[in-house]
């Protein structure tokens, strides 16, 4: 029996794809060394179609994700991770081929999913620490991840397989998110992102009076899903003396403060604790009556009620400076600059 008839995962997913794209032959992207052998892509194949609606796109899907040949992964429910990605990207005029970067793009997504073992769900969100078009000109330098619209869930012979469709945002989109939720947000904003199709031309949705609404309002409703934050400058001292009430002393960046702030005032009302994670530290604030602090060897844990969260929405600002809180007597916030670096590790912007 030939490879192409066992690979009835591969076959399964291109039956899908011609369910909407009848007979277009798509624009194919293989591997010539597979991955498991040494190959520098994990990914085994990447297609594109054109799609001209509601604009001209490319839509992208990824073969490698799940299990394209015999079942390979234990879940019996899942196929592989369970996903394959999809990207859908403007497409330019006269443009032949999707831009080369676009399948870069989606393998790194895949070293990342094969050599962490992290892999995505619909609801996630990644900072890609630049455009995601290296050395373009672009405001999108987040992404989301959403079920694609028009390709539901596929029953394969090897399991279950979702289709995760990449969605390229801003930096203060991606921060809504990280206040409210991904997918109330890019609902919210579905008018300006027909099909989530990304357009590294585009500006920031945040700018529309209404999806600032439905931001403030779907935060009042559900508060913050965002149960963790992964923080460049985080340190933490504890200082005791003799004769007066020890001191604790919170250092973060001057970025991060008001982002922390707004996560707070949408989590801890909701009696929901928020995680902040540094390179050897990890700080946790839990909803209480009484502010306390319990610290062990790498884990700080302050308990903070709503007077605090108040407190915490006017002095976490952008700016360097140190700020005891009268709530939490004995605790103060150090903010210092944040440096904004770009894909070279060159600073662009300083904070504070």
């Not at 277009?24 to 040494?38: D, E, F, I, N």
């Not at 199709?197 to 403030?216: H, Y």
């Not at 460049?232 to 001191?247: C, G, I, M, V, Y």
């Not at 001057?254 to 390179?279: E, F, T």
Request: net charge negative.
């Amino acid at each position: 029996m030939s490879e192409e008839v066992q690979a009835i995962g591969w076959e399964a997913i291109d039956k899908e794809m011609e369910r909407l794209y009848g007979d277009q032959v798509p624009k194919h992207y293989g591997t010539m060394l597979p991955y498991s052998l040494g190959g520098p892509d994990p990914l085994e194949g990447i297609s594109a179609y054109v799609k001209n609606e509601p604009v001209p796109h490319w839509h992208i899907v990824t073969y490698g994700f799940s299990d394209l040949y015999e079942k390979e992964s234990k879940d019996s429910e899942y196929s592989g991770y369970g996903f394959e990605l999809t990207f859908r990207l403007a497409k330019q005029t006269n443009e032949q081929e999707p831009p080369a970067w676009s399948l870069n793009f989606l393998q790194n997504l895949g070293r990342y999913i094969f050599s962490s073992g992290n892999y995505f769900q619909a609801g996630h969100y990644l900072n890609t620490n630049g455009p995601i078009a290296l050395e373009s000109d672009t405001l999108i330098q987040s992404i989301a991840f959403i079920e694609d619209p028009m390709l539901p869930p596929i029953s394969t012979p090897n399991g279950r397989v979702e289709f995760l469709q990449v969605v390229g945002i801003t930096v203060d989109e991606r921060e809504a998110m990280e206040m409210w939720n991904t997918l109330g947000l890019l609902e919210a904003a579905s008018s300006h992102l027909p099909l989530y199709i990304t357009d590294l031309s585009r500006g920031s949705f945040m700018n529309d009076p209404a999806i600032k609404e439905a931001l403030q309002s779907g935060m009042h409703k559900d508060g913050s899903s965002t149960g963790s934050l992964f923080l460049d400058n985080l340190d933490w001292t504890e200082k005791k003396s003799l004769f007066k009430k020890t001191t604790y002393t919170i250092t973060i960046g001057a970025k991060q403060a008001p982002l922390i702030a707004q996560i707070l005032n949408g989590r801890i009302p909701k009696n929901k604790d928020l995680q902040l994670i540094g390179r050897n530290l990890s700080i946790v604030f839990s909803p209480t009556e009484h502010p306390n602090v319990d610290i062990t060897d790498n884990q700080v844990k302050l308990s903070i009620n709503q007077e605090c969260v108040n407190e915490l929405m006017e002095v976490l600002v952008p700016y360097v400076g140190v700020y005891p809180l009268n709530s939490f007597k004995g605790l103060v916030f150090n903010i210092v600059k944040s440096e904004i670096k770009d894909s070279k590790g060159n600073v662009v912007e300083t904070i504070g």
